[in-house]
């Protein structure tokens, strides 16, 4: 049972993604790829938020959040503050321009779902949010994305 299991989330990710364009280095035709856009997200919804938490929300490697961040913070997007609970950490805040970045990222993504779903019909939407939310209650607590 498992091995299928198994089997089917992988063919449901190499469908999902291409569908949702979230493969390849530009995305939503910007300079970014969806790892990170992703990290503008994250400390959108949370800002004052440090890396740390940054990498384990996204289940990433330090390394490589470090070179997102450091490209980020070069570009003016983000900032970084020394942690008043942590001297060794810093908080991350987005710009005034990381802030207007991220909220276009956002609303252009919305607008791309919208577009792949117009066709759907109020009963299949309704199937699919319940299909997402069964998804993601069961795998919530598996150890994967917290």
């Known amino acids: 049972m498992k091995q299928s299991t198994v089997l089917q989330i992988r063919a449901f990710n190499r469908f999902y993604l291409p569908a949702m364009n979230l493969l390849g280095n530009h995305y939503l035709d910007s300079e970014y790829?969806?790892?990170e856009a992703r990290v503008f997200f994250d400390i959108y919804e949370k800002d004052g938020c440090n890396a740390a938490y940054i990498a384990r929300k996204m289940n990433i490697d330090k390394s490589y959040l470090s070179r997102i961040l450091t490209r980020h913070e070069k570009s003016g997007y983000i900032i970084r503050t020394r942690s008043e609970s942590d001297a060794r950490a810093f908080d991350l805040h987005l710009t005034e321009s990381g802030r207007l970045l991220t909220e276009d990222l956002i609303r252009?993504?919305?607008?791309?779902?919208?577009?792949?779903?117009?066709?759907?019909?109020?009963?299949?939407?309704?199937?699919?949010?319940?299909?997402?939310?069964?998804?993601t209650e069961i795998l919530r607590h598996t150890g994967g994305n917290q």
């Open 108 to 135: 252009r993504s919305n607008e791309e779902i919208g577009r792949i779903i117009d066709s759907l019909d109020d009963e299949q939407c309704a199937k699919l949010e319940e299909a997402l939310n069964t998804v």
């Open 33 to 35: 790829c969806a790892t």
